[in-house]
């Protein structure tokens, strides 16, 4: 199995060009050791193996999101009930 340079997942499939957890180049970018930089195909569509990766990412940011909305929800709460404390006492 491959292990991705940039992020450290293993390919899933072993003859993957690129990372299916952050899209990376999974091509061994010479020997000095620094991660390779995906490049973007020329039909500027993005590999099949990328595909699941995007899904992934779209659901974690999803999830933040709520996670988000669920935090400011409660601080506002908190705050209102604050504001009718310090007013009623």
Known sequence: MVTCQYC?????????????????????AGST????????????????QGGAAL????????????RLEQQVTIVLVLAVVTVVLVLVV
């Open 8 to 28: 450290g997942h293993e390919a899933t499939q072993p003859d993957a060009t690129y990372c299916s957890y952050c899209g990376s180049s999974l091509n061994q």
């Open 33 to 48: 050791g620094a991660p390779a930089v995906a490049q973007a195909p020329a039909s500027r569509s993005m590999p099949s």
């Open 55 to 66: 899904t992934d990412v779209a659901a974690r940011y999803e999830k933040a999101l709520k």
